[in-house]
């Protein structure tokens, strides 16, 4: 079985630019979560979605966004890139909600804001 | 690799020997734990999880232990192999909200 797929791997934006991740979750799961990782604040979680709905949303500006479509693949998008914009993007899929069981993580995509 | 953490508290360990990682939660209303792995270059990989009505759980060569009095979770790693070198992430899950918190994480090295 196909693991979590994340694309693109590697990503460089300047500052006001905005940009998409995309995630493939393993097939047969519903949930989707996406997770910021840096240095100095460590993995923080952005949002979750199931069935195309988006169930939980961490602490972060409107500028971050996301869906999911109907075959459970999401998409993130920051808008209006800061420099601390940079990070590893992580997302990780589910059978169920997140919270109740074991998550499946992608390798993340590494975005560079200059 | 990717840089997972610059400032990461560190647990060197020989090889052969058992690793104990520790990890602290400040949410009383916590049910769900979970312990990640994430080597260089790659996402968390999922290890053990414990439920709170549990204080322990044991899986190949792994073990978690769970302290809801003193808000504590551990991660045992009996007999580290390099392979095991990577960081560790304890994970926590609010009943009310079903969201994954995660800890700062401690980066385990295994001298060969």
């Known amino acids: 079985k196909a693991g979590v797929t994340q694309t693109p791997r590697y990503l460089i934006k300047t500052r006001g630019q905005q940009v998409t991740l995309s995630c493939s979750p393993i097939?047969?799961?519903?949930?989707v979560s996406w997770y910021q990782q840096t240095p100095g604040q460590g993995l923080q979680f952005l949002f979750e979605y199931f069935s195309e709905t988006q169930r939980n949303k961490g602490n972060f500006p409107g500028r971050f966004s996301g869906r999911q479509f109907s075959n459970s693949r999401s998409e993130m998008n920051v808008s209006t890139l800061e420099l601390g914009d940079s990070a590893l993007y992580l997302c990780?899929?589910?059978?169920?909600?997140?919270?109740?069981?074991?998550?499946?993580f992608g390798p993340g995509t590494r975005l560079t804001v200059t | 690799g990717e840089s997972v953490g610059l400032h990461l508290p560190t647990l060197s360990v020989q090889e052969g020997d058992n690793s104990i990682i520790n990890c602290a939660y400040s949410?009383?209303?916590?049910?769900?734990f979970i312990w990640y792995k994430q080597e260089s270059g790659k996402g968390p990989q999922f290890i053990i999880d414990i439920r709170s009505n549990m204080d322990k759980r044991q899986g190949q060569r792994v073990t978690v232990l769970l302290n809801k009095t003193v808000k504590h979770l551990s991660l045992q790693i009996a007999a580290t192999q390099p392979g095991d070198s990577a960081v560790y992430f304890c994970a926590e899950r609010d009943n009310a909200g079903n969201m994954l918190t995660f800890g700062g994480g401690t980066r385990l090295m295994v001298k060969p």
């Open positions: 949410n009383s209303a916590s049910d769900y």
């Open positions: 097939s047969g799961h519903r949930s």
């Open positions: 990780a899929s589910s059978l169920i909600l997140a919270g109740g069981g074991e998550q499946y």
